[in-house]
Antibody, heavy 120, light 108 residues
Framework: EVQLEQSGAEVKKPGESLRISCEVS????????IAWVRQMPGKGLEWIGN????????TYSPSFEGQVTISADEIISVAYLHWGSLKASDSAIYYC?????????????WGQGTLVTVSS | EIVLTQSPGTLSLSPGERASLSCRAS???????IAWYQQKPGQSPRLLFY???SRATGIPDRFRGTGSGTDYTLTISRLEPEDFAVYYC?????????FGQGTKVEIK
């Protein structure tokens, strides 16, 4: 059974760093793209970027380039999303999702989301 | 960047009615790279269609995805109570992906 298990909710202060995780199971981690998606309170879905763990190929949305860092550890089948310096506007739910096999596939499995709250 | 515009923003319908949701791209794209998702309150999104018209696993056949070029449509033939949710289209052409802003289907 394919599962994407995300780390728990975080409460941070502006300027702090944070790394959230997405641990996958039930399939070969290195064979599928993982995407990160943001959902701000009461708003829609925003694509942050993707990583292909097989070769660490990473693509960022222009809106998020330089604001976050995506990485993966293929040994433990975990993808990460990292902030070096959080802002209040980073408060949102962050989802990881797997892209199905093949370039025409959508995001077929999703994590449960990680709520990030940034407040002084 | 390809911008996806969904309309209407909100659709107020009764169970049993037909829903038609539009997703328009800022430029023509291959239908191979359009997906639709359903999101209910407090839940993660769920894939409905990929490649514009290929139904994902477990999606009932009252859902239908169609379209080409710049215009794509998600149709729900007869709304069931569990279909009231927010629906998003997504394009994944090349390296840069985007989502539409969503259409909320609410009970009238």
């Amino acid at each position: 059974e394919v599962q994407l298990e995300q780390s728990g909710a975080e409460v941070k202060k502006p300027g702090e760093s944070l790394r959230i995780s997405c641990e996958v199971s039930g399939y070969r981690f290195t064979d599928y793209w993982i995407a990160w998606v943001r959902q701000m309170p009461g708003k829609g879905l925003e694509w942050i970027g993707n990583i292909y763990p097989g070769d660490s190929d990473i693509t960022y949305s222009p809106s998020f380039e330089g604001q976050v860092t995506i990485s993966a550890d293929e040994i433990i089948s975990v993808a990460y999303l990292h902030w070096g310096s959080l802002k209040a506007s980073d408060s949102a739910i962050y989802y990881c999702a797997r892209r199905g096999m093949g370039v025409t596939q959508g995001l077929d499995f999703w994590g449960q989301g990680t709520l990030v709250t940034v407040s002084s | 960047e390809i911008v996806l515009t969904q309309s209407p923003g909100t659709l107020s319908l009764s169970p049993g009615e037909r829903a038609s949701l539009s997703c328009r791209a800022s430029r023509s794209i291959s239908s191979n790279y359009i997906a639709w998702y359903q999101q209910k309150p407090g839940q993660s999104p769920r894939l409905l269609f990929y490649g514009a018209s290929s139904r994902a696993t477990g999606i009932p056949d009252r859902f239908r995805g169609t379209g080409s070029g710049t215009d794509y449509t998600l149709t729900i033939s007869r709304l069931e109570p569990e279909d009231f949710a927010v629906y998003y289209c997504q394009q994944y052409v090349g390296s840069f992906w985007t989502f539409g802003q969503g259409t909320k289907v609410e009970i009238k």
